[in-house]
């Protein structure tokens, strides 16, 4: 479980967050939503410490995030995993190398048993036959299901997502989605995932956080979304003709 | 104004020097990138540091024959100048510039991209120093593969300088070796060693700080690496005078 106290960033005079305080619950997935510039990628950097917050709380299990040593955020950082927009793998390494990654910095095992575990990793999200390729031969699909394998090799208790499905196709997506959703089903992960994609909300939002303006103006199930009242969240989810319908018929 | 901000970069440097020297997560991990880093920037230079050094070596002594030798000058002139220049200035200070250029550039565009396309990040995320994983196996294995290409250097200049005398009959291959041995100081290969040492911290480190800094997209990257050369150029220079000063 990630809570959030008060969580607030500010760039010289531009305050980027202002307040936020959440909860997100582990074997769910998290999502957070929001207009460009509404402040969900800071957000999403402050909770994993890529930016220091201005003021506020990050507590990861009860773990002050923000207080922490540098030795104990090293150690807690272990215990994340994070698939980023373009997938960051490294270009130099083979798909299965990217997987390993983790294993060889961080396990005490024996090479065959991270091998193993790499490969089950890449079994898990479909891509056995692409072990010996490189991240520049093959699709962005394929790379984003190779970030999740890299991702959940440590078994992470909390799994980060930034923009999981941005410049993939519906049916990839769609893959993506469930594959995320499924792993923190079957691993209990906290999951936050921050997204664009109004499919991504429908199908897997069990916990949905709405930003705008750097506040948190919503938050509830996708179920809930349907009967929402916020004008703003109803303006920015159901902004195109499809989700317009779509509410309508559900009403 | 431009002194602060000359200022803020030094610090800037400091601070990631201080990060890249903390004892690595995982030695394996770290000789398998040391050992890769000698191959890629050192290994990978040697064709083009033999070439260089056979032509200038070639050159160096045409010229001294053509241009200073005469009647009130010893024979064996040629060989010795060329000796001297190469061991002195060419193979250190003059390489380690041109590889500046080649191995400089190739450090900072190579960080300046995992920079932009993330990389960086997510070994941050996965709780690795990335400045020391990163940084620290290619300073090493410069130090390490910078001296041996000064060494190759000299070599290679000393047999462009006895091609003149074998293959452009220039100069007798005999004037030529007495040149080369005349009054042999072995301290002048030390201080090419040692000036080389220094040349290749210069090289990788700012390359490096180039590299990490870098935000934005190819542009920086670009900008970055173009930098990281000419400042790399810059402070090679600068204190090439200082070290032949205090060497010497």
């Known amino acids: 479980m990630i809570e959030l106290f008060e969580l607030r960033k500010s760039f010289e005079d531009k305050k980027v967050l202002k307040g936020i305080s959440t909860t997100f619950e582990s074997g769910k997935t998290n999502l957070i939503i929001g207009q460009s510039g509404s402040g969900k990628t ?18 990861y299990d009860g773990r ?5 040593t540098k030795k104990e955020r090293m150690a807690l950082r272990r215990e994340m995993g994070m698939i980023f927009q373009n997938a960051a793998l490294f270009d130099s390494l083979s798909v299965l190398e990217n997987v390993m990654f983790p294993l060889d910095m961080f396990s005490e095992e024996s090479y065959a048993f991270r091998r193993k575990r790499a490969q089950f990793c890449l079994d898990r999200v479909n891509l056995t036959d692409a072990a010996h390729k490189y991240p520049g031969e093959i699709s962005g699909g394929m ?4 970030a999740i394998a890299r991702a959940i090799a440590l078994q992470p208790k909390y799994l980060f997502c930034d923009e999981p499905n941005s ?6 997506s769609l893959v993506i989605d469930d594959l995320i959703h499924s792993i923190t ?3 209990k992960t906290t999951t936050i995932i921050n997204t664009h994609d109004m499919n991504s909300v429908m199908g897997i939002g069990d916990n949905i956080l709405y930003l705008y303006e750097g506040r948190r103006e919503w938050e509830g199930s996708k179920d809930e979304v349907m009967g929402a009242e916020n004008e703003r969240l109803n303006s920015f989810i159901f902004a195109s003709d499809l989700f317009r319908k779509v509410k309508e018929n559900a009403i | 104004m431009l002194l602060t901000s000359y200022l803020h970069a030094f610090g800037e440097y400091l601070v990631l020097m201080a990060r890249t020297f903390s004892r690595p997560e995982r030695f394996r991990m770290f000789w398998k990138q040391y050992v ?9 230079s040697i064709g083009i540091v033999l070439l260089i050094s056979f032509f200038i070596g070639a050159v160096i002594c045409i010229q001294i024959k053509l241009n200073i030798e005469s009647a009130w000058m010893p024979k064996w002139v040629s060989g010795y100048v060329t000796r001297e220049i190469m061991l002195l200035e060419f193979s250190s200070s003059i390489m380690c510039l041109i590889l500046a250029g080649k ?8 960080i300046g991209t995992m920079r932009v396309t993330q990389q960086i990040d997510a070994l941050e995320i996965m709780g690795i120093n990335s400045a020391s994983y990163l940084i620290l196996p290619k300073l090493i294995g410069m130090l390490t593969m910078i001296p041996l290409l000064v060494v190759f250097s000299t070599t290679s200049g000393i047999i462009g300088a006895y091609a003149t005398a074998y293959i452009g009959h220039i100069l007798t291959p005999a004037h030529l070796t007495e040149g080369i041995q005349y009054d042999f100081n072995q301290w002048y290969f030390w201080m090419g060693v040692v000036k080389s040492v220094f040349f290749a911290f210069i090289i990788s480190s700012v390359s490096a700080y180039y590299g990490y800094r870098v935000k934005g997209g190819s542009v920086e990257v670009g900008k970055a690496s173009t930098d990281a050369v000419v400042t790399s150029s810059m402070l090679i220079l600068f204190s090439d005078l200082f070290l032949t000063q205090l060497l010497s």
Not at chain 1, 167 to 172: F, I
Not at chain 2, 36 to 44: F, N, P, R, S, W
Not at chain 2, 103 to 110: H, K, L, M, P, Y
């Open chain 2, 36 to 44: 890769k880093e000698m191959a890629q920037l050192g290994v990978d």
């Open chain 1, 185 to 187: 089903l079957d691993f």
């Open chain 2, 103 to 110: 191995v400089g550039s190739n450090i900072a565009s190579e």
């Open chain 1, 143 to 146: 790379q984003k299901r190779v």
């Open chain 1, 42 to 59: 800071v957000l999403m950097k402050c909770i994993v410490g890529l930016f220091e917050p201005t003021s506020g709380k990050v507590l």
């Open chain 1, 64 to 68: 002050d995030f923000v207080r922490m």
């Open chain 1, 167 to 172: 410049g993939l196709d519906p049916k990839t």
